[in-house]
């Protein structure tokens, strides 16, 4: 496979059809390979139009999201260099890599302890230095480092969780992807004030559950 080939077919046939024009967004994908953060047995998938196994069988929900969606997200958050960033869902490490290179440090947490191991590694082979994967349930951790500038959900969410918007700055953004199969939203929500929410919904797709983020309790008590 002609790796530079293949990635300039990602970027030209999936990623900027997907109203990425955002040049510095564009120039960064050429610059993280993405290659280097999927498991060896699937590194012919690495710039295919789908979502990645990162754990060997292909556990559920275990994965790297599309290339066009990650890069979408980037995209979305319009990150500035002195930005303080918390992502939640290391997976490989490859978005932390994105983010890291836009913002001035990013906190990654991942549930899984081999996928954290993962991303370490990916992080370091990468040369990424200003990007810490920590092993926990972001559901449940509040970080002492908050509040954040952004926030990231690398999967998807069946609300948006409070437990985050509550570790955002005033001015400060997170973006997921909330709801149901068949259908799911990227959103942006914008803390604009100490209790005031804005949410703009930017485009619909799919993605895989994050850990924790099931859908709340139908039963009231």
Known sequence: MNIEQAR?????????????????????????????????????????????????????????????????????????????VLEIGAGSGHMAALLAHKAQRVVSLEIHPELARMATDNLRRAGVHNAEVRQADGSKTVLAEGPFDAILAS???????????????????????????????????????????RTVEVFDTVAPRLLGFDEPSRFTF
């Open 8 to 84: 300039f077919n990602m970027i030209e046939q999936q990623i900027r059809p997907w109203e990425v024009l955002d040049p510095s967004v564009l120039s960064l994908l050429s610059v993280v390979r993405r290659e280097d953060f999927v498991p060896a047995a699937y590194r012919a998938m690495a710039f295919v139009d789908m979502e990645v196994p990162l754990l060997e069988g292909g556990a559920k929900g275990m994965c790297m999201l599309q290339p066009k969606v990650e890069a979408r997200l980037l995209q979305e958050l319009a990150l500035g260099k002195h930005e303080k």
């Open 155 to 197: 999967g998807s969410v069946a609300q948006v969780p409070q437990s985050l918007l509550s570790q955002l700055k005033v001015g400060g953004r997170l973006a997921t992807i909330v709801g149901q199969e068949p259908v799911m939203r990227a959103v942006i929500v914008t803390r604009t004030g100490e209790h005031e929410f």
